[in-house]
C-alpha cells in the first residue's frame, strides 16, 4: 500500500498548528504563567519560541520530509544505524506518555462540556454553584478515568480516519472554529468591567521580575515553549513524513508558530481578564485553575452556562486537534516498520494507553509527575536527540532540505539554523536538561 500524503498545503499547516495548539495554550500557559510571575514569565517564554522552539519544529520538519518516514524508519533510514533507531522509538513511548495525563484532562473538558449541555435541563450545571469542590470531586478517581476514556475514543476515531480523511479532515473543521470563537470570546469579555487587571497582569512587563527570577523562570518556560509548539515528541517530523511538495518549510513553520503563539496570547487576553472582572485571583492553584477560575467566572454571569458551553467545546476541539497528533507518532512507527494495518496499530494503542491513563486518572502524584517532569525531560531529551542529529548525522542534507522549496531570505538563514540546531541550542537543551534534573 503507498504511504498516504496530505491533500493540501494547508491541510498540512492545519494539522501541524491543530497539533500545537491545544491545551498547552489554553490550560497550561496561564497556570504556569500566573505560577511564574506573570509577563515575566511571558517574556522568557516568548523569547525561547522564537530562539530554541521555531529552529527546533524546522529540525524536526528536515528529519521528517527527508525521510518520508516515522521518527524510528526515519533515524534508521537517514544513518543506516540501528542505534538512531532506538533513539527513534523514545518518542513512541513518548505519545504514550503524553496521551496518559492529556486525555485525562482532555476527558476533565469532555464533562464540564456536557455538565453544561445538559444544564438547561438539570435545574443548573452543577460546577457553577462550588466551583472548588466541583473540581476537587472530579478530577481523579472513576469519573476521571471513566471520561478520559471517551476522549480517548474520540481521538482514536479520528486517529483511525488516516491522515487525509481523519487528521487533515478533523483539524479543517476545528481548527477555523476555535480561532474564531476565541477571537470572539476576547473582544466579549474586553467589554466586561474589570477586565483591565487582567490585562495589566498579563501584559505589563515587569523586568525586575525577570532579572531576579530568571533561572527559575528559564526552566519552566523551556519545558512550555517546546511542549506548545509539540516539539521533541516526534509528532512533527510524522506530520512533515506526510508532505509530498517542496514548499518552504521555514514559512510553513514561521506560520505554525505564529499561530500557536496568537493562540497562546489571545487565550490569556480571554482567561486572564475573565478571571480578575469577577476579582478572582488566577493565583497558583495549579492544574485547577482553569476549571476552577473560569467556571466561577461563568456561575457569576448571566448566560454563563451558553458560555461555557462555546468556552469548552473551543478547548475540547483545541485538545482534540493535538491528541490526535500524539497518536499518530506510535501509530506511524507500528504502520510503517511492522507493517500492521491502521485499524490494527489504533485499536492495540488505545487498549495500552486506556490502561496507563487510567492508573494517571487515580493518582494525583502521578498525573503531577508524567504532564510535569516526565513529559519536560522527554520532549527536551528528545528534541536533543533530534537536533543533534540534523546538525551532525544529515550536516549538509539537513540544510538542502530545508532550502528545498524556501524563498531567498530563508534560504539564507538555512547556515546559521545549522549552527543553531547542531551547536547552540544543544547545549542551551543540555543546560536546561540538568539544571531542572538537579
Ligand atoms: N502542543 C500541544 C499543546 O500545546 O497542547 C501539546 C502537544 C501535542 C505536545 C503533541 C507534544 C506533542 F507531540
Ligand atoms: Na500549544
Keep these: 500500500m503507498t504511504r498516504e500524503t496530505w491533500a493540501t498545503r494547508t491541510g498540512f499547516i492545519l494539522a501541524a498548528a491543530g497539533s500545537a495548539v491545544g491545551l498547552g495554550n489554553i490550560w497550561r500557559f496561564p497556570w504556569m504563567t500566573a505560577e511564574n510571575g506573570g509577563s515575566a514569565f511571558l517574556l522568557v517564554y516568548l523569547i525561547v519560541v522564537l530562539g530554541v522552539g521555531v529552529p527546533g519544529l524546522l529540525g524536526e520538519f528536515v528529519i521528517g520530509r527527508r525521510a518520508r518516514r516515522n521518527p524510528v524508519g526515519a533515524l534508521r533510514n537517514l544513518s543506516g544505524s540501528r542505534v538512531w533507531a532506538t533513539v527513534g522509538g523514545i518518542s513512541a513511548i513518548t505519545g504514550v506518555a503524553l496521551l496518559s495525563f492529556y486525555s485525562v484532562v482532555g476527558g476533565w473538558i469532555l464533562r464540564y462540556l456536557l455538565v453544561s449541555l445538559a444544564g438547561p435541563f438539570t435545574g443548573g450545571a452543577a460546577y457553577l454553584a462550588d466551583p472548588g469542590a466541583y473540581f476537587g470531586s472530579i478530577s481523579f478517581g472513576v469519573g476521571a478515568a471513566g471520561y478520559h476514556l471517551l476522549f480517548l475514543a474520540l481521538t482514536g476515531l479520528i486517529v483511525l480516519g488516516g491522515v487525509r480523511r481523519g487528521i487533515e479532515l478533523g483539524t479543517k473543521v476545528m481548527m477555523p472554529a476555535v480561532l474564531a470563537l476565541l477571537v470572539g470570546m476576547a473582544v466579549w469579555v474586553s467589554t466586561r468591567s474589570g477586565a483591565g487587571a487582567g490585562y495589566d497582569f498579563f501584559l505589563t512587563f515587569d523586568f525586575e521580575t525577570i532579572r531576579t527570577n530568571f533561572f527559575s523562570i528559564l526552566g519552566p518556560a523551556a519545558g512550555q515553549a517546546l511542549f506548545t509548539l509539540s516539539v521533541g515528541a516526534g509528532t512533527m517530523i510524522t506530520y512533515a513524513s506526510y508532505i509530498d511538495e517542496d514548499r518552504s518549510l521555514p514559512f510553513d513553520g514561521s506560520v505554525i508558530a505564529l499561530l500557536n503563539t496568537g493562540v497562546g496570547i489571545l487565550a490569556g487576553l480571554v482567561v486572564f481578564p475573565l478571571l480578575f472582572s469577577q476579582g478572582i485571583d488566577p493565583g497558583s492553584g495549579g492544574p485547577g485553575t482553569l476549571f476552577v477560575g473560569i467556571a466561577g467566572a461563568f456561575g457569576a454571569l448571566p448566560g454563563g452556562e451558553a ?26 512507527v507500528l504502520v510503517d516498520e511492522v507493517g500492521w494495518s491502521r485499524r490494527r496499530a489504533v485499536g492495540t494503542l488505545l487498549t ?18 508524567v504532564s510535569g517532569t516526565l513529559v519536560d525531560f522527554l520532549l527536551t531529551g528528545g528534541l536533543l536527540a533530534f537536533l543533534l542529529f540534523a546538525g551532525w548525522v544529515l550536516g549538509r542534507d539537513a540544510v538542502a532540505e530545508y532550502v528545498t522549496g524556501a524563498g531567498s531570505a530563508a534560504t539564507r538563514l538555512a547556515t546559521p539554523w545549522l549552527f543553531a540546531v547542531g551547536v547552540v541550542i544543544p547545549v542551551f537543551l543540555t543546560f536546561t536538561l540538568l539544571t531542572t534534573a538537579g
Excluded: R
Excluded at 491513563?357 to 509527575?369: E, H, I, K, R, S
Design 352 to 369: 495500552l494507553i486506556a490502561a496507563t491513563g487510567t492508573v494517571t486518572a487515580f493518582q494525583p502524584g502521578l498525573f503531577d509527575f
Design 307 to 332: 458560555l461555557s458551553i462555546l468556552f469548552f467545546g473551543v478547548v475540547a476541539f483545541a485538545a482534540l486537534s493535538s491528541s490526535i497528533s500524539m497518536l499518530e507518532i506510535p501509530v506511524a
